[in-house]
């Protein structure tokens, strides 16, 4: 990589509408004023995972209407071209803006920024990260931890480092009057070449060859590449902590999804564990590379891996890392650079998992140092391990610098401007020190500030988009993907979608029963709502539009949803009915019914694209009532019933359904979805008896009820939504009446806890 020389979301008290009575029964409520608009006339206080209310955190000040305030005891200091200037901060502001919509900072100088929302991502550490844009479009990405806060935020061509080390937190501002030459130890490269094709069984290399999985043995997405982040105990001492540290590899990983979802790229990083690793900083980065992989480049043959490694190297096998990446503090000249990464598929060889998976290895420097050879002080790119991981994945620098080193495809090369004052994308290089680095991947369909990003001869997102589903099956998956529903801006919790009539759609971002965020309402007039899913990969969930001009896709962009992309044309006869992730690889899919024939259909989807139509089945009256994974495998099955029979076709990816009879249907009595409620990775059925106005729900392992629970007298009530709504894994349960929204929030034992939502908009119905 080259070296860069440059819980709570408070809005109003739900609390207040608290001593409205629902019991189990839910007995009507006193009614309330409803709203003109679907908008909550209130939400309760809830806390962040890993963030209880009132906790002291390292951004522990209150929120006074902007994120950093800058003096207190430490001074500002200057480290070559870097000024630092000590800040505290306030994560409750940054909370506030997830609702608000916008956050408020203040560069070194005294302008302020105002960053509008766009999405946020809980890390399963405990860590979080805020994601925003400024006024001029560029980004924002900002992690907090118990002990620390990393990020990036923009204003024009200059960037603004937020920064922690063992003294505090600093914004550091770059003075480029100060840079050394922008040529700068640019004859470094940051690649390593692997064997070529069947150089590796040919040596006997056995430490480096194993199996790889085949398509039958992927037990989940191949649009999540799951990486394992060491990081070495000098980084830990200069950061100050373990905690640190931690927050750090979120940071680093959340960096280069941003940079995916600005580019176009399809799939995103999932950080599965993250160790210490007990290695010096002191030597050059190809040394720890060959070391950390086993194997010697120079030399051709393989190599005992550093036992420092052992630990490291294990962790990869039992948490199923695709790829890993050991992060160590900076330290130039020893390093010799900012990373160095295997050239995966170079020279159009193509990217092969029995080939390619045991050099799934990168070394990334962090932070900034002085180097003593020749005077100057460098820092890392936050997007340098986004740019190493990009070469695991293909990807070369832009074609001036890739010095005959090509990657997976014609046009697997990053880009950059001609001005010498204009930008570079992630994987190239700067052509001079007044270059700006921009969070992108090279795509000529995506532009920057109305400029292009890339070319037809640099076009990374087109490669990645190809090669990363590969480089998703180097190990077959061991940390579960949790797949929530109707997960908006993809925090890990459900979220309400709502129709006003056939003309207006808007919804709202839950934390439990509390409404975090209300989007304005969208004209929908002409078409009807299919279902929702994550058809792109992202993590986010997109819905599934038809009118009488075809089927339409609205991708998520976080808060909101971006422009409307179309499916497919009007299909004689057919109709889309649901999503459902087939084949268990984290693309959902669209299911087809023909009304006039009574068959069924799928198509498997990649985004808008369908990369496959099955074959159509005979459902001759059934109707399909539920869609989820009740045997807990990673692919979704579906629930057919007749009235009098109700039977589970248990998906087997591509090898199609298994028919399964589950039982009678008994009588007077309507399923109404399913939902994993007691939180065992199966989906469970939901139950409504309309003339008796009960509910029930079974328990389900596979086509087996192993509970059938006792009838709830739910007079009045209609179930309206379902999901996991709080993020804990027990599925949760939506009620309304004409007045009133209220929520069930599911426990272990299937044990419900009753909240209030809040007034029930006028005109207005949860879908």
Known sequence: MRKHLLGWMLIAGLAACTSDTEPNSFASAPVADPSASPVPD????????????????????????????????????????????????????????????????????????????????????????????????SSAVLTFGEKAVFGLFTRGDEQFRVRTDRTGAWVVATDRTRLPPGDAHRDRSDVLLPPEHGALAAAGIRHLQKAAPSANNVTAAAAVVDVLLGYSTGLVQQLGSQSAAQTRMANLVAAANAAYANSGVNLRLRAVYAL??????????????????????????????????????????????????????????????????????????????????????????????LDEGDGFSYFCSDFSLAHEFGHLMGQAHNQEDAAGRAGAHSYSYGYRETSPSGFFTIM????????????????????????????????????????????AQFRDTVVPIRKVRRDVNG?????????????RFAHWL????????????KNVTGYTYVGSGDLNGDGRTDIVWSGADGTWMWPSTGAAFGKAVKITNPLNGWRAIGVADINGDGLDDLLWHNTSTRRFAYWLMNGHVATYQSPSSDVSNYQLVAIGDFNGDGLDDLVWSNGSRIWLWRSGGNAGFTPLLIGSHPA??????????????????LWHQPAQRKFSYWLMNSNVATKKAASTNVTDYQLAAFGDFNGDGFGDLVWTNNTRVWMWIGAEEVDFTSKLVGSHPSGWTIR
Not at 85 to 99: D, G, K
Not at 491 to 503: A, E, N, P
Not at 512 to 519: D, Q, R, T
Not at 671 to 682: E, S, T, W, Y
């Open 276 to 369: 210490q690793v007990d290695y010096a900083d002191t030597t050059t980065n190809e040394d720890a590379l060959q070391q950390l992989t086993g194997y010697d480049a120079g030399a051709g043959r393989p190599i005992t891996p550093n036992s420092a490694f052992n630990a490291l190297r294990e962790a990869r096998d039992e948490y199923g890392a695709d790829l890993v990446a050991f992060v160590r503090r900076y330290r130039e000249p020893e390093q010799s650079g900012c990373g160095i990464a295997w050239l995966l598929g170079m020279n159009g060889s193509g990217i092969d998992a029995s080939r390619d998976a045991e050099f799934g290895y990168a070394v990334i420097s962090d932070g900034e140092d």
């Open 491 to 503: 925090d890990g919790r459900s979220d309400l979608f709502w129709l006003g009539g056939t003309t």
């Open 42 to 137: 209130t939400a309760a206080g809830a806390a962040l995972p890993g963030r209880a209310a009132g906790s002291t955190s390292f951004a522990s000040l209150p929120d006074r209407g902007e994120l950093l305030a800058y003096g207190g005891a430490r001074k500002s200091r200057q480290s070559g071209a870097y000024h630092y200037h000590p800040v505290a901060l306030s994560e409750e502001h940054a909370l506030n803006a997830i609702a608000s919509g916008e956050m408020v900072l203040t560069t070194p100088d005294g302008e302020t920024l105002r960053l509008g929302y766009e999405n946020h991502e809980e890390h399963p550490d405990g860590n979080w990260t805020w994601i925003g844009r400024n006024a001029d479009g």
């Open 428 to 471: 190239a290089y700067p052509l001079g020190d007044g270059q700006l680095e921009i969070p992108h991947f090279a795509n000529p369909s995506v532009r920057y500030q109305n400029r292009p990003t890339g070319s037809a001869g640099a076009d990374n997102v087109r490669s990645m988009n190809q090669t990363m589903p590969i480089v």
């Open 510 to 521: 839950m934390n439990a029963h509390a409404a975090s965020f209300k989007s304005p309402s």
């Open 668 to 685: 007077g009595w309507a399923i109404r979805g399913a939902v994993d409620l007691d939180g065992d990775g199966r989906a469970d059925l």
